[in-house]
C-alpha cells in the first residue's frame, strides 16, 4: 500500500491564496472535487493505493482525510464551490450514491449538489427527479463504468439534461489508462444527437486533447476543466502540446478550474503554478479560477 503524504496545513492554504489573491478575487471555485461515501471512498482509494491496471503507476494520496477535515482545507485555501461529484461502476449503485451526495451536500453551503447515472432502464426516471429536485452538476467515469456516452440506453437522460442545461462531467479521455469505451468518439457521436448539451470534459480530455479542444470549439455548451493537466504528474505521460495555447487562451469562456481533490499526488496549489506559467494572462487566469464558474450559475451569487 502506498503510504500517504503528510497532512498539510497552514503553509499550503498560504501557497493557494498567494495565487488567488493577487488576482483580486475572492478565492476559487473548483468544478472537480470527489466526496464519496466511506465505504465508496475506501475502495476508491485502495484501487488507486494498489496502482493496478486502471491506474497504471504509483498514485500517492495526498490529502487523505475525514470528509470534514477536507473542507475544513479547501475552505483554508479559499475554495468557496465544489461538487461532490459520485460517479457509478455499475447497475445499481447510481441511486445509492445520489442519495448519499445530496445528504451530504446539505452539510456545507460551499458544495454543489451533484450526482451520477448509469446505463440502466430506471437512470431516465431518476436524473428527470433529480434534476428537478435541484441537482446542480452530474459526473459520469466512462473508463471506470465502462461504457460509451451514446450508449442507446441514455439517449432518454441526454434529452432531458440537454433541455435542463444542466452539466455533466464527462471523464471521456484514455487518461491514466485508456480501455475500448474511452476517447473522443462517442461524446463526439452524442453531441451530434445532442448538440445543445453542457459538458465539461474532465481533464481536458487528457490524453486525446486537441480532439477534445475541437468538440469545445465546435458546440456551445461544452467546456474543458483543468483537471492535472499542466503539472509535472501528468506531464510525465504527455505533456499539454505547446502549439494547442493559443486556441486554448481563445477558449478562455470555456475552461474551468479542476483539481481532482482529495486524490491527487501533490500539493494543491501545484495545479494553480501550473496554469500561471502557461503565461495566457491574469484575465484568463480570472474567469478559468472564478467568472466562468459564476457565468454558469456555480458559484454563490452573493460573492
Known amino acids: ?19 488567488w489573491e493577487p488576482l483580486g478575487l475572492p478565492g476559487l471555485v473548483d468544478l472537480h472535487t470527489h466526496f464519496l461515501p466511506p465505504n465508496i471512498q475506501r475502495a476508491v482509494w485502495r484501487v488507486f493505493d494498489e496502482a493496478g491496471p486502471k491506474i497504471g503507476r504509483p498514485w500517492p494520496i495526498r490529502y487523505r482525510a475525514s470528509h470534514e477535515e477536507r473542507i475544513d482545507l479547501l475552505r483554508a485555501f479559499g475554495v468557496r464551490a465544489f461538487p461532490t461529484h459520485p460517479y457509478a461502476h455499475k447497475p445499481g449503485v447510481a441511486s445509492y450514491l445520489n442519495a448519499w451526495s445530496g445528504d451530504f451536500a446539505a452539510t456545507a453551503p460551499e458544495i454543489l449538489r451533484s450526482a451520477t447515472f448509469y446505463p440502466e432502464p430506471e437512470a431516465e426516471k431518476y436524473v428527470a427527479e433529480l434534476v428537478d ?20 440506453v441514455l439517449d432518454p437522460v441526454w434529452g432531458v439534461l440537454e433541455d435542463a442545461g444542466t452539466p455533466v462531467t464527462v471523464h471521456a479521455g484514455s487518461g491514466p489508462v485508456g480501455n475500448e469505451f474511452t476517447g473522443p468518439d462517442s461524446v463526439a457521436r452524442l453531441l451530434r444527437r ?18 477534445f479542444l475541437v468538440l469545445a470549439e465546435s458546440y456551445p455548451n461544452v467546456h474543458l476543466d483543468t ?56 484575465d484568463w487566469l480570472r474567469d478559468v479560477c472564478w467568472h466562468n464558474a459564476v457565468r454558469l450559475g456555480l458559484a454563490p451569487s452573493d460573492w
Do not use: C, N, W
Open 194 to 211: 445532442h448538440p445543445r448539451l453542457r459538458l465539461f470534459i474532465a481533464h481536458m480530455g487528457a490524453p486525446e486533447y486537441e480532439d
Open 227 to 282: 483537471t492535472m493537466v499542466f503539472t509535472d504528474f501528468f506531464d510525465q505521460d504527455g505533456a499539454y502540446p505547446g502549439d494547442l495555447l493559443p486556441r486554448l487562451r481563445d477558449l478562455q469562456p470555456k475552461v474551468l478550474l479542476g483539481s481532482d481533490f482529495p486524490t491527487i499526488p501533490y500539493p494543491y496549489h501545484h495545479q494553480l503554478d501550473g496554469l500561471a506559467r502557461l503565461e495566457l494572462g491574469d
Open 1 to 19: 500500500m502506498t503510504e500517504p503524504a503528510p497532512e498539510t496545513g497552514a503553509a499550503d492554504a498560504a501557497a493557494v491564496r498567494a495565487f
Open 133 to 152: 429536485d435541484g441537482v446542480r452538476m452530474f459526473k459520469i467515469h466512462l473508463q471506470v463504468g465502462e461504457f460509451v456516452a451514446d450508449d442507446p
